[in-house]
């Protein structure tokens, strides 16, 4: 999911665990995925379905993956996972980690660390589970300078080259030391690649189902294509934010949940599963730190998006603000997704042009 | 004048008509239950909902409309989960919101939160739901205790249905909403009883053996349906009465999704009990409903006749009893 692979690969190497990282996502990743999914089921599905192939491919007999216990699907993917690799004859066993919304589940999480790994001792395990969570925090800061930069740096393609670099050699560092200092390597090259500060950008948030915004595979890289177009670009939900969500009942963690279910309230009282909630509170806040237009992206039979994809276009009229809902699944071609994009953005430049000018004339 | 109540005759209401009718009507309310699905209510219900949304929910939005401006009070509980720890699909717990922001202008909702997934306390809800309609809290409770005993008795009712080996019967899966709902399902079970076959559905098993089966799976399930379906499924493999299964699934639906698949590969791996997966949709047309039922049925007719003569031990090759995996030949 996006660059989460990261931490959780690090967790596993310092505690000595042989990590076998399937390639990137990609076309045939997705390929592998369809073909032994059900079809009616969400593309994170079938992309997860497809990493597991790649990596038994590459020589993996464990898969390593969490799971969750509400009304969405993403807490039977296992199970289901489980019983299509049975009938294909591959031999590959499953270690699965509940989420970890309260001391039970963390518990049971390095309980699962510990039976990979017997060597280690639980204090090095929760050691390395909070190294990991550095990494994390440490990667989607990396993330959101690039996000920042880009639409705003002088000569294109700087950072994307330097992303690019990143997520390659990021892959080759083993460690917690190795892979911290890179994270830091590069948060420094891209800061200091050149901007103009003068430029005047629009605001556009992303928000929607969890997967779907971290993978870029699934949502054709829409953070890039964004900022290429000359857009601020700021996503609802990350790796570790999420993280800091389930984590949230300890003293010391703090997250932005209450916030955003308070911002609901008006159109959804209650969280009713997935990231539905987190799609209207979200979008509401944006409303209020004047963002010019929100993308909602979902894959297509999302139990949890689709209400709030019923409630979206109430709030587009009521608030006042554009909102787009971009559906995804394996059949999304690029080009016309890159079309209603550039279209969006085209309709939200006339609108702030528009707008600006009936301010200048109430002036007069 | 008394207040008029307005039940959608959709979804959940399939499970829990007796008691909600007997519930509203003991409180002294006039209940009015939408007609049956027919193709305006579907059409006006396509209309006014999201694309993506299933056909269940999108005729729930029709019946709504149906009743609009009938009644004082629409009832649409958001229910979050019927027992403890298991939930159900998403969209219930958010149909108020469904419903509220896809049509305008709605009578009053009693959208009462029913949430029993972290304790079984009931009363809260029951007082909140009756005090739409009146204020006097015995009353409240007595009708939902008359109405639990009519609700129980429809249930066991249902048990009744008695499963023999000697007849030809036909597992119907499917949530309930689809299995009940003669328009959405084209009339499937009648249609099947008119070739001869009975229907049981997975509410006809008896529901702590169905529990007792579904418990040996390996993944928690947390989906009230999941369960039900699984155990039945499990039930179907271990105890040879059925010469088929139809699995009916919405278009769409994030559980069927699952639950559809799962069953598919635990019958096909472990028994030779024939299957079927239909998909419904708004764009269903009922002559290749029929023609894929007919088919289907001939399958299990030519397996009778023509494939019980190959084997050479005396013992019929595809007979009921060799549906079992392991007995087969």
Known sequence: MGTTYIPVKTILEELDIDVVLPPMSSKKTLELGIKCS?????????????????????????????????????????????????????????????????????????????????????????????????????VDELQELTNKIRPIEINTGEVDYLDTNFSHEIRKVHGYDEAMNLIIDYKEKVSSVKIDKTKQLLKIGIVGEIYTILEPFINLNIE?????????????????????????????????????????????????????????????????????????????????????????????????IPIMTLVLDEMTGEAGYMTRLEAFVDLLVKRKDLKNEGNSLSWN | MTIK??????????????????????????????????????????IYTVEDACIPVKLYNGHVLYLKDKVDYLFIPRIMGVYEKEYICPKF?????????????????????????????????????????????KRIISAYEKALIKYNEHKSSMKNTYINEQN??????????????????MNVIKKLKSYGYSCITPDNLDDDLVNEYANSYPGKIFWLFFRKMLGSCLYLIENNFFDGVIYISSFGC??????????????????????????????????????RLEAFIDMLEWRKINENNISTHGNNLYSRENNIRGVRY
Request: aromatic residues 8%; charged residues 25%.
């Open chain 1, 38 to 138: 059900p079809e009616a089921i969400c593309v994170p599905f079938k992309i997860i379905m497809g990493n597991i192939l790649e990596g038994i491919e590459n020589g993996a007999d464990t898969v390593f993956m969490l799971t969750g216990c509400g009304p969405c699907r993403f807490g039977i993917f296992h199970a289901l996972q489980n019983e299509i690799i049975r009938d294909m004859n591959l031999k590959i066993e499953f270690i699965t980690a509940d989420r970890f919304s309260n001391l039970a589940g963390l518990k049971e999480f390095s309980a699962r660390l510990k039976e990979a790994s017997p060597k280690n001792n639980y204090l090095k395990i929760f050691n390395t589970i909070r190294k990991g969570l550095k990494i994390l925090d440490a």
């Open chain 1, 224 to 320: 890039k294509k964004l900022g290429v177009l000359g857009i601020d670009v700021a996503r609802s939900i990350s790796a570790s934010e999420y993280v800091r969500e389930q984590l949230d009942f300890l003293p010391f963690v703090h997250s932005g949940k209450k916030t955003i279910y308070q911002a609901a309230k008006p159109y959804l009282e209650i969280p009713i599963g997935g990231h539905a909630i987190n799609t209207i509170g979200n979008s509401m806040l944006y409303k209020k730190q004047n963002f010019d237009g929100i993308i909602h992206l979902l894959p297509f039979t999302c139990m949890p998006e689709i209400v709030a994809q019923c409630i979206l276009p109430t709030i587009e009229k009521e608030q006042d």
């Open chain 2, 5 to 46: 109540v307005g039940i959608p005759r959709a979804l959940l209401f399939y499970e829990y008509a007796p008691l909600w009718i007997s519930f509203f009507n003991d409180v002294g309310a006039e209940v009015i239950v939408s007609d049956k699905s027919n193709k305006r209510i579907l059409n006006n219900g396509t």
């Open chain 2, 93 to 137: 717990c958010g149909l108020p919101e469904v419903v509220k922001y896809s049509i305008k202008d709605l009578p009053k909702l009693i959208n009462t939160k029913i949430d029993l997934t972290k304790s079984s306390n009931m009363k809260d809800a029951i007082l909140n739901m009756g005090s739409y309609i009146t204020t006097d809290k």
């Open chain 2, 168 to 185: 030809e019967q036909i597992m119907i899966m499917g949530h309930p909403y689809i299995l009940y709902d003669e328009y959405l399902n």
């Open chain 2, 254 to 291: 994030g559980i069927d999704s699952v639950v559809a698949e799962t069953i598919e590969r635990r019958l096909r791996r472990e028994t030779n009990i024939p299957f079927m997966l239909m998909t419904i949709d708004e764009h269903s047309g009922e002559a290749g409903f029929n023609t």
